[in-house]
């Protein structure tokens, strides 16, 4: 899959966002008996797009598990549930770059989760999302003119995580209460064989956040540089 392919096509796209407000403050969609356990993300094979603010692996590791926590940590139930996210590859709207050629803002993360108890993946593959900054006033002409690097980074990780949280929404099998065992997506996925021990899943009871992170989606290679419109007369400044 060419990641960074879609990255740049998305990235030059000016309306296909809807503008999200924060709905942090409201109470959270239904997840049955869940409880955040691990709060894994891995940003170490992340790809950025050529016209882009550049952003290290450690500073979308940090971003991301904050908007994890963020998110997920105002669930009380009483299982806990691992979350594992690979930031794959992203597009940070430059600043000094002219109103047609202005690139969006985008970001592409792949997600996982486990119930901890039994150490079962829930989900026979990873699920990809493609999140953008959101469309408003700041963003139109391209958000690298009107925001800070670390705020499109929070806006975008804010925008994956609640895609991530509308997913597991949709399995409702996953997070059964009264302690039932949660029914992972596929057969394939029960766990009935024992996995080796340098890929068996992350438990919260005796690891801690730093060990098992799910492996980062494979590299791909990056697109060629996307040639800057000429405008006629004067540019923003």
């Not at 949709?170 to 992972?184: C, I, L, N, R, S």
Request: aromatic share 6%; hydrophobic share 45%; glycine share 8%.
């Amino acid at each position: 899959m060419l990641i960074l392919r879609r990255v740049a096509l998305f990235a030059g796209l000016s309306m296909l966002a809807a503008c999200a407000g924060n709905d942090l403050e409201e109470p959270p969609v239904p997840l049955g008996d869940f409880a955040l356990g691990l709060n894994i993300v891995v940003a170490d094979n992340v790809q950025k797009v050529p016209i882009s603010r550049e952003a290290s692996a450690e500073e979308w590791e940090a971003v991301m598990k904050e908007a994890v926590a963020a998110r997920f940590g105002r669930y009380e139930g009483s299982r806990l549930y691992n979350i594992g996210i690979s930031v794959d590859g992203y597009a940070l709207a430059p600043p000094g770059i002219p109103v047609v050629a202005a690139p969006k803002s985008v970001l592409v993360i792949t997600a996982n989760i486990w119930d901890d108890a039994t150490q079962t993946k829930l989900n026979p593959e990873g699920e990809q999302f493609t999140v953008f900054e959101g469309m408003s006033g700041d963003t139109v002409i391209g958000s690298g003119l009107t925001r800070t690097k670390k705020k499109q980074m929070e806006v975008l990780s804010y925008n994956a995580v609640k895609r991530v949280e509308a997913w597991l929404a949709q399995h409702p099998e996953w997070f059964p209460t009264g302690g039932a065992v949660p029914v992972p997506a596929t057969a394939e996925t029960t766990g009935a064989a024992v996995a080796p021990a340098a890929v068996t899943a992350p438990t919260a009871a005796t690891t801690t956040a730093t060990t098992a992170a799910p492996k980062p989606a494979k590299a791909v290679p990056l697109p060629p540089p996307q040639p800057i419109v000429p405008i006629p007369g004067p540019s923003l400044p």
